[in-house]
């Protein structure tokens, strides 16, 4: 158990020792904060009212979040091969199992870390630039926690799909350009399917990422999809993602 430990916080220290992830954090600051600016400044009808309408709209910043996310997940098993630092990596001790998942969690929590601070920074923000909510507002703290739980769980299965590619291939730029496309096109994809009433296509990941049509006053996108079938599509999605990664990056022979 020490071992992982070490491991992550190794990992961590590789991601954290490096200027651009300090540059990817403070960017979610600064555009938060812009964004409020604009808001009481240069926009003419008042879009957020207190603190929560605000945090409620800045919400749709998690797509960035997730890019930033991205760009780390996708760079941490290509970039060793790239770097040629894999060969120095794999004379430790622990397994290629172990190094590979301590990856992915140090991975897994800088996603983590970054929508804590977009959700902290849009509250602090929220409350210096709008002030505090008022009496008979719909939104609450816990509501909109709830909605970044949800989101949570779509970035973390697109950051899987990364993390996938980048073990596999050896590639970020393919990690990256691919899991771009796959965020920004599968919802498009996906509703034309769901328009023509293709029912075969719930068993597309996809279709099962975003758990919140299973919530009051909401509905599946298609005929025969319930919680228990989405969850189980991701677990079985999972599955096949990490088992991927793992059984590639075991058997590759990095001799070369």
Known sequence: MSNMLNLIKNENMKIYRRPRTWVMLALVLVI???????????????????????????????????????????????GEFTWGTIKLLLIRPATRSKILFSKYIASTLFLLLLLVLLYVSSAIVGLLFFGNAGTGEELSFLSILKSYGFITLDLFVNLSIAFMISSVFRSSTLAIALSFIFTFVSGTVMGILISLKYTWAKYILFANTNLEVYTPGNMPPLEGMTLGFSITMLILYYIILMGMSFLVFRKRDVAG
């Open 32 to 78: 938060v904060i812009g964004l409020a600016v604009l808001f009481t400044t240069v926009i003419d009808e008042e879009v957020a009212e207190n603190m929560l309408q605000f945090m409620n709209i800045t919400k749709n910043l998690t797509i960035i979040v997730f890019i930033l996310a991205v760009v780390v997940t996708a760079d941490i098993v290509a």
